[in-house]
């Protein structure tokens, strides 16, 4: 019997306090166009809440999505904890072009996150990280030339690398920087 495999990405959903700062930010500097805009009110979580839900299109054909609530005790009752962190953060796949275009668009725009935007060279992938109006952290990455043979070699160690830094053996294993 064969697992069922997850197609793509539909959304990632996150709470804005500003969703025209938001879709400045997506729509006019990054270039992902506004798909959709829900205007709702549903009882959710034992209550009526009034909010929108913002979605911007990506070329697979999923989203991100952003909520913003009509009261104010709901927009903090649902607002992420927004303490930075770099391992909170969604991560998107571009080609070289694109990322380079997307630096180039967010440098011109006059963007400028708190905690600045940064590449880190991993090996495996080039990555272009920025900030969205929300502090949402982006990751717009770039695979290595070599992807499928690092993710062939990942995929044939996983379960034994995770056991053996389970175990306490935390050996790098990324051999590719």
């Not at 793509?8 to 990054?30: G, P």
């Not at 009261?71 to 930075?84: H, K």
């Not at 072009?97 to 940064?118: K, M, N, V």
């Not at 969205?132 to 070599?146: K, Y």
């Amino acid at each position: 019997m064969s697992q069922a495999v997850v197609q793509r990405l539909h959304h990632n959903a996150y709470v804005t306090k500003d969703q025209e700062a938001t879709r400045a930010f997506y729509e006019d500097i990054l270039g992902f166009p506004l798909i959709a805009t829900w205007s709702e009110a549903d009882e959710l979580f034992g209550a009526v809440r009034v909010y929108c839900h913002t979605f911007f299109g990506l070329q697979d054909g999923s989203a991100l999505a952003f909520f913003q609530f009509a009261e104010q005790e709901d927009q903090e009752l649902f607002d992420p904890d927004l303490t930075p962190s770099p391992f909170r953060h969604i991560a998107l796949k571009v080609d070289a072009e694109t990322q380079a275009d997307l630096e180039r668009r967010i440098d011109e725009s006059g963007w400028d996150p708190p905690g600045g935007s940064f590449v880190l060279e991993h090996g495996y992938c080039r990555s272009y990280y920025t900030h969205d109006p929300n502090g949402l952290l982006i990751e717009f990455t770039v695979d290595a030339p070599d992807a499928d043979q690092i993710a062939a070699d990942r995929a044939e160690d996983a379960h034994e690398t995770l056991r053996r830094w389970l175990a306490g053996d935390h050996t790098s294993n990324n051999n590719y920087r």
